[in-house]
């Protein structure tokens, strides 16, 4: 199997339009200074890197337009060589930001991110983070202080509610499994970037009679949810949605609206040998082949609803056990 044939394509391929369904991917790590990234992103992806600001460079290739920046804003907008400051700071000003930039390169993260990708494209991504691991890219499980992502922001095949439904009911369902095959247990731990939804929210997302409109099943989730810090986070999809209805909610300027899921994954493993982009993406097509077979995802939302009674057999396995059988017993695995 090649690098390009690793990633597995979902049974529904195509949006409401008929075209192929793309995917936007962001990747954190380290290991590299911000220059050789730049340098490296711009032979393995094509392209003539352009420095926009500090610290963010636009790379135009074939695939569209990809970013490479040092994930801190405050560090991004610094300039000590401003005109405006006095000139004893200016000339001290470049030797305190080779200071800086040793600093943040040892502890915030480089970020690449990734223009809306067809999904049958996404083997550049796999080749991608493949041969950054070979330059010596780094990810969470280098240092503690390491809690590197990756994000996938996958566009949905239609918008309609009960589309919507089917994808939420089965992260919910997949939610400990999906984090077990993905978080480390020396980062993401020690913070609250990554949570789970609320479980009242789970109770009544996962009721049998739950067929909501569009503005109930924003109201519902917002109710419970309202922040940005959840594995999935659905505040950019609600802004394409419906963004004054969000704004009811939540008002945050770091909400970009895109008609897509935001799935934000626990850990970045790029420096394990092991470890792969289509590790995590085929796992992702495994929800979407639950979302997509509404008989199999009755059926495990059975399984759930057994799992919550009080039994010998629930006392003695995890819910992630039983999806990992489930799974594997028909044939998702």
């Known amino acids: 199997m090649t690098v390009h044939d690793r990633c597995k394509m979902p049974e529904q391929t195509t949006n409401r339009d008929g075209q192929e369904r793309k995917v936007g991917v962001e990747i954190e790590l380290s290991g590299l200074t911000y220059e050789a990234l730049v340098q490296h992103a711009a032979r393995l992806l094509g392209g003539e890197p352009e420095l926009t600001s500090r610290y963010v460079t636009r790379l135009d290739t074939d695939a569209g337009a990809f970013t490479i920046e040092l994930d801190s804003d405050p560090i991004k907008d610094l300039d000590l060589a401003d005109e405006r400051l006095p000139e004893s700071i200016r000339e001290l000003g470049n030797h305190a930001m080779d200071v800086i930039d040793f600093a943040a390169e040892k502890i915030v993260p480089l970020e690449i991110v990734g223009p809306p990708l067809a999904m049958s494209a996404l083997g550049m991504i796999e080749n991608l983070v493949d ?161 997509n077979n509404r008989q199999d995802l009755d059926a495990l939302r059975g399984e759930f609803y057994e799992s919550r009674k009080f039994s010998f057999r629930n006392l003695t396995r995890s819910w992630r056990e039983t999806t990992d059988e489930w799974l594997h017993q028909h044939g998702y695995v």
């Open 131 to 291: 041969e950054l691991r070979d330059l010596g890219a780094e990810g969470s499980r280098e240092a503690i202080y390491f809690a590197f992502g990756l994000q996938l922001n996958p566009e949905l095949p239609d918008l309609e509610p009960e589309t919507l439904v089917r994808y939420l009911q089965a992260f919910a369902l997949l939610y400990d499994w999906l984090k077990s095959r993905h978080q480390l247990d020396i980062s993401r731990k020690f913070t609250t970037y990554i949570e789970p939804w609320s479980s009242r929210y789970t109770d009544k997302l996962m009721a049998d009679d739950y067929r909501p409109d569009l503005d109930t099943l924003m109201r519902d989730y917002l109710h419970y949810n309202p922040t940005r810090n959840k594995a999935l986070d659905l505040l950019p999809l609600f802004a394409h949605l419906n963004e004054s209805l969000l704004s009811e909610y939540v008002q945050d300027p770091r909400i970009k609206s895109r008609p897509t899921l935001h799935y934000r994954l626990p850990d970045c493993d790029i420096d394990n040998p092991n470890w792969h982009f289509s590790t995590v993406w085929n796992d992702w097509v495994v929800l979407e082949q639950l979302a």
